[in-house]
């Protein structure tokens, strides 16, 4: 079964600072899609960046950014000049295809806090 | 394009009684999920559904839990009777049928069972 990991609880960052969330993975398939999902206290999760895994190349959505790791199974999200709003709860989640469907796990979440 | 919507935003009920909440998803979007967050976790699946038909109910408390999607449109998933473990945030979302489509998210329904 897949599982997905996120070992921060809590992280904080300075306004204007880069700060780095991490996410491991576990999987045996090969074919599969990576998220990051932003949710505020509003509640509504946001889609903030994906990755397929089939690409090598690093995705990168203005100030957010991932570094995919395939092999060691990492997606780690960073985000580059915090701003205020970013403060919110960040969800790593997994998806791949199993049965016709599209199945999705998500991470515990990591709850970020920028400073000012 | 409108988002998904969900009702009520907030329910404060008592342990044994009923609730229900309603989902309409964005429009031309087979797949429907139901989610639950508990306090300071992830959110876990309960129901999936890919037009009105259910595809994943393996997480589902069907002693005490069901939902419909009728004309695989609107959804609502019901709690009958309740339990203080159901204080949770229920989340609906929905998504195109394909690899490529995210999941786009409510702003869910926070849930006190006292």
């Known amino acids: 079964a897949q599982t997905v990991t996120q070992s921060q609880p809590e992280m904080s960052v300075q306004e204007a600072e880069t700060v780095t969330l991490s996410c491991t993975y576990d999987?045996?398939?090969?074919?599969?899609?990576l998220f990051w999902y932003k949710q505020p206290p509003s509640r509504q999760m946001i889609l903030v960046i994906r990755?397929?895994?089939?690409?090598?190349q690093n995705a990168t959505e203005n100030r957010f950014s991932v570094n995919f790791q395939k092999a060691a199974k990492s997606f780690s999200l960073k985000i580059s000049d915090s701003q205020l709003g970013d403060t919110a709860m960040y969800f790593c989640?997994?998806?791949?295809?199993?049965?016709?469907?599209?199945?999705?796990?998500f991470g515990t979440g990591t709850r970020l806090k920028v400073l000012a | 394009e409108a988002g998904v919507a969900q009702s009520p935003r907030y329910k404060i009920i008592e342990k044994r009684q009923s609730v229900a909440f309603w989902c309409n998803p964005i429009?031309?979007?087979?797949?429907l999920y139901w989610y639950q967050q508990i306090l300071g976790q992830g959110p876990k699946l309960l129901i999936q559904?890919?037009?009105?038909?259910?595809?994943?109910d393996s997480q589902l408390p069907k002693d005490r839990f069901s939902a419909e999607r009728l004309k695989g449109v609107d959804s609502t998933l019901k709690i009958q009777p309740a339990k203080l473990e159901d204080s949770a945030v229920y989340l609906c979302?929905?998504?195109?049928?394909?690899?490529?489509?995210?999941?786009?998210f409510g702003n869910g329904t926070r849930l006190t069972v006292t």
């Open positions: 979302a929905s998504s195109l049928v394909g690899s490529n489509s995210p999941l786009h």
């Open positions: 999987t045996s398939e090969s074919n599969y899609y």
């Open positions: 990755q397929e895994a089939y690409k090598q």
């Open positions: 989640a997994f998806m791949n295809r199993m049965g016709g469907t599209y199945k999705y796990i």
């Open positions: 429009s031309g979007h087979a797949t």
């Open positions: 559904f890919q037009n009105n038909g259910v595809v994943d």
